[in-house]
C-alpha cells in the first residue's frame, strides 16, 4: 500500500540484545503464570476494578442494541406469543403446586429418617458488565467482588442455568470462567439415570461430556446437571440438553453468556459433620474394643402417641446429633448426596442457610426474613 | 534529519510526543481489543489491532517501536483480556523477530502484497499462540476462534492502515528511509 518506496537505510539486528532480554522477560512471565503467580492476578483484578465503570458505560449501549435486535425479531410474532406464554404460565403454576407439595414431602421424610441435609447454599445477585470471547478464553466480568462477598470458586447461574464459576474477584468485579471454556471442567450427571461425567469446555458453543461413567447408556434430550461431585457446585443445578453428533456426545447449554445479564453466584456450603466419637467406631461398636464407660442418659421423654420412635433425634440410632434436616432447605433441585458431601470444611456455616437472592451482601438474617 | 518539501504540511511534534505517538496507539488498540464488551454477542472473537499497530510502526520506524514496548503492550494486552500471562506477550515477540529479520521484504512490499504481508505477520502471531497455549493448557486449542481473529484482522487492516499511514505522515513526518 503506501510501503512501497522505502529505502532501506537501517542496519539488521540493532535491537537484538533488548530482543534477547524481553524474550527471556516472556519465558519467566509465561512459567509465573502458570504457577499461579499471585500478583498477576491482582494486578488484573484492580485494573478491572479500575476500569469497572467505564466497562458499565460501554456495556450499557451495546446491550441495548443487542436487545433491541433480538426483539426485532419477534415484533412480528407478539400475539402468538403472548398466548404460548399463557398456557406455559398455567402448565408451570401447576408443577409448582405439585413441586411444593413434593417438597414438603421430602423435608417429612428427612425429618423422619434424621437424614444427612443437603448442603445449603446462600447467593448473591449481580450483573454481567462486560463478556470477553478470546481466542483461548470464554469469560464474562460481573459488578459484584470481594465487597459483595464474592470469592474465587463460587457457581455463577442465571434463570436459566448454570454459566460457570468465578476464578478471579477483584473488590468490585469478579471474573467468570464460562463452561465453554477450554480449561473448564465440571463435573455432571445426565438424568433420569444419574450418569455421571465430566462437561468439558472446548471454546465451542456446546462443550463436549468427557469421562462417562462405564455401561452409561446416553440418548439425545436427556437432562445434564451438576452432580456435585467434588464440593464445587451444588447438586442438580440445570446445565443443559444432551445431543450427540459426529466428535460424541455434547451438551447444548441452557444459559446463553451472550445474553445473560442478573446472575446469581452462590456460595455453596458445606455442612460441618460432627467428628465420630470413638463409640461410633465400628471397632467399637463391634465390641472388639473396651469402650469407655457412659454416663447414664438424662431421663427422656417418651414421645406422643402416634409418632413413630424413628421419629425421635436419639432413636435413629446416630449420634444423638439434632436433625439438620430442619436446618436447611435448598431450593435447588436434586437430593443426592455425594460422598464428598461428608467432608468437613473449615468455613462456618451460619444458621438457616438458604438459597436466596438479594442484591446486597449476603447476611444470615436476611436469609431469614426471606423464607 | 533531512527535511522534505512536504514537510510543510506536517504538524512538527518535539521528539519526546513522537515517540509516545506509537505507544499511545498501541495501548489504545489494546484496550479496543481487549475491552470486555463484545458486539457480537461473544460470537466472534475481537480483531487483533494491537498487532496492527506494532506491525505497522515496526517496519516503517523500528526506533518508536522497541521490543520493550512490544514486550509492555503484550503484557497488557494478557492483563486486560484475561489469557495466560505471557501468552499474547510471546506470540507478538516472536512476530516481532520475524519483522525485524525480513525488514527489508515487508518493507518492499505494496498494494495487496503489504497485505499479505501483515497476514503473514498475522498467521506467525496466531500460530505462536495456539502452540503457547497448547501446550500451557495441554489440551487441543480449537482453530475455529482462532481463524475467525486471523480473517478479521485481515480485513480490518486495510482501513487501520490508512488511519495509520495519515497519523505517520501528520504527526510523525519522517521515515525510517528519511533517515
Known sequence: MANGTWKIARGKGSAQLPLAIVAVLAVIVLLAGKAHFLPFDRARAALTDWAKPAITAVNVPVVAVSTWLSGAEHFFDVYSENQRLREENARLRQWQGAADMLQARVKRYQLLLNAVSDPASTSVAGRVIGHASRPFSETIVLNAGTRDHVKPGETVADARGVLGRIYLAGQHTAWVILLTDLNSRVPVSVQPANDQAILAGNNSEAPALEAVAQGAKLKDGQEVVTSGNGGLMPPGLPVGVLYHDSSGFRVALYADPGTADDVRIMDFKQEQMPAPTDQDLPATAAGFKPSPPVEAPPETVAPPAGVPAAASPNAAGGTGAKPTATTTAPAIRGTAVSPSTTEPKPRVTPPAPTQTDKPAARNPDDDEDNQ | ?179
Not at chain 2, 64 to 76: D, H, N, S, T, Y
Not at chain 2, 89 to 101: A, E, H, N, P, Q
Not at chain 2, 141 to 157: C, D, G, K, M, R
Open chain 2, 1 to 179: 534529519m533531512r527535511r522534505t518539501s512536504s514537510d510543510r504540511l506536517l504538524v512538527l511534534l518535539p521528539t519526546p510526543a513522537v515517540a509516545i505517538i506509537p505507544a499511545l496507539f498501541a495501548f489504545t488498540a489494546v484496550v479496543l481489543t481487549s475491552f470486555p464488551v463484545s458486539l457480537t454477542g461473544g460470537l466472534f472473537p475481537p480483531p487483533l489491532f494491537v498487532l496492527m499497530v506494532i506491525y505497522f510502526w515496526a517496519l516503517i520506524r523500528p526506533d518508536l517501536m522497541p521490543p520493550g514496548l512490544v514486550f509492555a503492550i503484550g503484557l497488557l494486552e494478557d492483563l486486560l483480556s484475561g489469557s495466560p500471562p505471557g501468552l499474547w506477550t510471546s506470540s507478538f515477540l516472536v512476530t516481532y523477530v520475524l519483522i525485524d529479520r525480513q525488514r527489508d521484504v515487508f518493507a518492499g512490499l505494496a498494494g495487496w502484497a503489504a497485505i499479505l504481508g501483515f497476514a503473514l505477520a498475522m498467521l506467525i502471531a496466531s500460530v505462536s499462540a495456539y502452540g503457547i497455549a497448547w501446550l500451557y493448557f495441554w489440551h487441543v486449542p480449537p482453530i475455529q476462534p482462532l481463524a475467525l481473529q486471523l480473517a478479521a484482522s485481515i480485513v480490518l487492516y486495510v482501513p487501520v492502515l490508512s488511519f495509520l499511514n495519515w497519523v505517520q505522515q501528520r504527526f510523525i513526518g519522517p521515515q525510517r528511509s528519511d533517515f
